[in-house]
C-alpha cells in the first residue's frame, strides 16, 4: 500500500511556548479539564453519569508522553482515574484475540482511564518488528476502528493524541536520559533499535492515521519538540475533545468557571 507522507512531514517542530504564557494556559486548562471530568463523573452538574473518558497517548521514544499524562492528570483527585501502560502481551494474553487484554482498562460511564500505548502497537512495533504476521496486522485496523466505535457509541468519548520530535531532539533527550541516574531507567536498548528503523515507523504511523482516524475518535497530532507547548497543546486539544463528546453524547457541557 503507497502512503503519502503527510501529517508528521507538515507538522510544524519549531514552534515554542514561553513559560509565562505556558503557565497562564497549563493553568486556566487544567482548571477547565477538571471541571469536565466532575461533570463527567457525576461529582458536579446534576449528578447523572455521564460519558467516560479514554484518553490515548502514542507517539515517538520520548516525546514527552510521561510530561504531558503528567499534566493531563496533576489537577484530578487520583480516586477519579486510572493510568495503565501497556508493554508487549504476556504467554496468557496472547491465547486471546489481541484487543481483549485492553477491554477491562476501558472506562465506563463516568469513568476516566489514560492509555500510556494502546492497541495500536499492533500496527507498530508489532509490525515493524514481526511480532504479528501481516494478516494479523493488516486485518487490526478494521478490527481496532469497529472497537472504538463500540465503545464510543455505548458512551465512552476516546481522546487519541500522537505525540512527535526530530530525531535529533529524540537523540538528545535518550543521551540526557543515560547521563542521569534517575532517568537512566527510561531508556533502553530497544529504545536505541528502534531509531535504526525511524523510516519504517513513520511508514507506519502514517498508514495507521490514514486508516484508524474516524469522526468518533479523530488523531491529533502534536508537536513534542517543545515540551511547554506540547503539555499545553496536548490538554487544550483534550478539552476540545471531551467538549465535543459530551455534545454528541447529549451530555451538557458546564460554561466555563465553577459558579455551576
Same mark, same amino acid.
Given at each position: 500500500m503507497s502512503i503519502t507522507m503527510g501529517r508528521l512531514d507538515s507538522l510544524d517542530l519549531k514552534q515554542r511556548l514561553a513559560r509565562k504564557e505556558y503557565e497562564e494556559r497549563l493553568t486556566a486548562a487544567q482548571r477547565r479539564l477538571l471541571q469536565l471530568r466532575l461533570h463527567a463523573g457525576g461529582q458536579m452538574g446534576s449528578g447523572e453519569l455521564g460519558p467516560g473518558l479514554l484518553f490515548v497517548f502514542e507517539g515517538s521514544d520520548a516525546a514527552g508522553k510521561g510530561g504531558a499524562i503528567k499534566r493531563l492528570?496533576?489537577?484530578? #483527585?487520583?480516586?477519579? @482515574?486510572?493510568?495503565?501502560?501497556?508493554?508487549?502481551p504476556t504467554f496468557d494474553e496472547k491465547r486471546h484475540p489481541?484487543?481483549?487484554?485492553?477491554?477491562?482498562?476501558?472506562?465506563?460511564?463516568?469513568?476516566?482511564?489514560?492509555? #500510556?500505548?494502546?492497541? @495500536?502497537g499492533r500496527v507498530l512495533v508489532e509490525r515493524i518488528e514481526g511480532f504479528a504476521t501481516t494478516d494479523q496486522w493488516s486485518r487490526a485496523y478494521e478490527e481496532i476502528v469497529q472497537f472504538e466505535r463500540s465503545n464510543a457509541l455505548e458512551g465512552?468519548?476516546?481522546?487519541?493524541c500522537w505525540l512527535q520530535i526530530s530525531a535529533e531532539e529524540q537523540l538528545r533527550r535518550f543521551e540526557d536520559r543515560e547521563h542521569d541516574p534517575l532517568r537512566r531507567w527510561k531508556i533502553t536498548e530497544e529504545d536505541w533499535r528502534n531509531r535504526t528503523k525511524a523510516s519504517e515507523y513513520l511508514i507506519a504511523a502514517e498508514e495507521m492515521f490514514e486508516r484508524?482516524?474516524?469522526e468518533l475518535a479523530p488523531w491529533d497530532i502534536i508537536s513534542g519538540?517543545?515540551?511547554?507547548?506540547?503539555?499545553?497543546?496536548v490538554l487544550e486539544m483534550a478539552i476540545h475533545r471531551?467538549?465535543?463528546?459530551?455534545?454528541?453524547?447529549?451530555?451538557?457541557?458546564p460554561a466555563v468557571g465553577f459558579g455551576a
Amino acid at each position: 500500500m503507497s502512503i503519502t507522507m503527510g501529517r508528521l512531514d507538515s507538522l510544524d517542530l519549531k514552534q515554542r511556548l514561553a513559560r509565562k504564557e505556558y503557565e497562564e494556559r497549563l493553568t486556566a486548562a487544567q482548571r477547565r479539564l477538571l471541571q469536565l471530568r466532575l461533570h463527567a463523573g457525576g461529582q458536579m452538574g446534576s449528578g447523572e453519569l455521564g460519558p467516560g473518558l479514554l484518553f490515548v497517548f502514542e507517539g515517538s521514544d520520548a516525546a514527552g508522553k510521561g510530561g504531558a499524562i503528567k499534566r493531563l492528570v496533576e489537577p484530578l #483527585d487520583p480516586r477519579h @482515574y486510572q493510568v495503565s501502560s501497556f508493554a508487549k502481551p504476556t504467554f496468557d494474553e496472547k491465547r486471546h484475540p489481541f484487543l481483549w487484554r485492553f477491554y477491562p482498562y476501558v472506562p465506563g460511564l463516568g469513568g476516566m482511564s489514560v492509555f #500510556d500505548r494502546s492497541w @495500536y502497537g499492533r500496527v507498530l512495533v508489532e509490525r515493524i518488528e514481526g511480532f504479528a504476521t501481516t494478516d494479523q496486522w493488516s486485518r487490526a485496523y478494521e478490527e481496532i476502528v469497529q472497537f472504538e466505535r463500540s465503545n464510543a457509541l455505548e458512551g465512552v468519548i476516546i481522546v487519541k493524541c500522537w505525540l512527535q520530535i526530530s530525531a535529533e531532539e529524540q537523540l538528545r533527550r535518550f543521551e540526557d536520559r543515560e547521563h542521569d541516574p534517575l532517568r537512566r531507567w527510561k531508556i533502553t536498548e530497544e529504545d536505541w533499535r528502534n531509531r535504526t528503523k525511524a523510516s519504517e515507523y513513520l511508514i507506519a504511523a502514517e498508514e495507521m492515521f490514514e486508516r484508524t482516524d474516524h469522526e468518533l475518535a479523530p488523531w491529533d497530532i502534536i508537536s513534542g519538540e517543545n515540551k511547554r507547548l506540547a503539555r499545553v497543546q496536548v490538554l487544550e486539544m483534550a478539552i476540545h475533545r471531551v467538549e465535543q463528546g459530551m455534545v454528541r453524547w447529549g451530555t451538557p457541557v458546564p460554561a466555563v468557571g465553577f459558579g455551576a
